[in-house]
């Protein structure tokens, strides 16, 4: 379990969440810093472009805005 600090904007404290949460945190700032672009993305994280989109709905994201 890991101690994550929410951006200041949401005025929150950090907070513990699951290891899983930040797998997918990892995945979705990825996909932010390429605009949405999973082929760019995958390539940027190493992967398949098909195995993102897996382990995007298995976190539950999506790049629809």
């Known amino acids: ?3 994550l600090h929410i951006s200041s904007k949401f005025n929150v404290s950090p907070l513990i969440i699951h290891p ?3 797998k997918a945190e990892y995945f979705l700032t990825n996909l932010e810093k390429t605009d949405g672009m ?3 993305a995958s ?3 190493k992967l398949r472009r098909t195995t993102l989109i897996e382990k995007m709905k298995k976190y539950g994201i999506s790049n629809k805005s």
């Open 1 to 3: 379990v890991i101690a």
């Open 20 to 22: 899983r949460a930040t």
């Open 38 to 40: 999973v082929s760019q």
């Open 43 to 45: 390539d940027a994280l």
